[in-house]
């Protein structure tokens, strides 16, 4: 066997592990989800808010009549939904930062980030005072 196939198989490998990996985590995160949307003081089954989905996705514009859809729809999954896009944000944002200065241990400080941050977490405030 040469070098070259050798290699070949190798990474090959590494693909089907990257990809094992990443599917193993996405089921992780689905969990995660599931339960975080079922898990409060009244406690809604997996199952049942997997029939209040594929019901509201079947017909959006039915009335929610018991209390475990209005607040599986209207309560939690806004919540987690919102958690979840803004911890990948989150992520999205360390990884630029690793990217740019090739660094895996580079925090806020490096470009000043964290002296801007209350800026940035008054400015809605700010226009959503009246008058």
Same mark, same amino acid.
């Given at each position: 066997? +040469?070098?070259?196939?050798?290699?070949? &198989?190798?990474?090959?490998?590494?693909?089907?592990?990257?990809? *094992?990996?990443?599917? *193993?985590?996405?089921?992780?995160?689905?969990? $995660?989800?599931?339960?975080?949307?079922?898990?409060?003081?009244?406690?809604?089954? !997996?199952?049942?808010?997997?029939?209040?989905?594929?019901?509201?996705? $079947? +017909?959006?514009?039915?009335?929610?009549d018991n209390i475990d859809e209005r607040i599986v729809l209207l309560?939690?999954?806004? &919540?987690?939904?919102? $958690?979840?896009?803004?911890?990948?944000?989150?992520?999205?944002?360390?990884? $630029?930062?690793?990217?740019?200065?090739?660094?895996?241990?580079? +925090?806020?400080?490096?470009?000043?980030?964290?002296? *801007?941050? !209350?800026?940035?977490?008054?400015?809605?405030?700010?226009?959503?005072? !009246?008058?």
């Amino acid at each position: 066997m +040469s070098d070259v196939t050798a290699g070949t &198989r190798l990474h090959g490998g590494a693909g089907v592990l990257r990809a *094992g990996v990443f599917a *193993g985590l996405l089921a992780a995160l689905f969990a $995660a989800l599931v339960f975080a949307i079922g898990a409060g003081r009244f406690a809604v089954s !997996p199952g049942r808010i997997a029939e209040i989905i594929v019901t509201y996705i $079947a +017909s959006p514009s039915a009335p929610l009549d018991n209390i475990d859809e209005r607040i599986v729809l209207l309560v939690r999954m806004p &919540r987690v939904l919102i $958690a979840a896009v803004s911890g990948a944000a989150l992520a999205v944002g360390g990884a $630029a930062l690793q990217g740019v200065f090739r660094n895996p241990l580079v +925090s806020q400080q490096v470009l000043g980030i964290s002296q *801007g941050q !209350p800026l940035a977490g008054h400015w809605p405030f700010c226009w959503a005072m !009246p008058g």
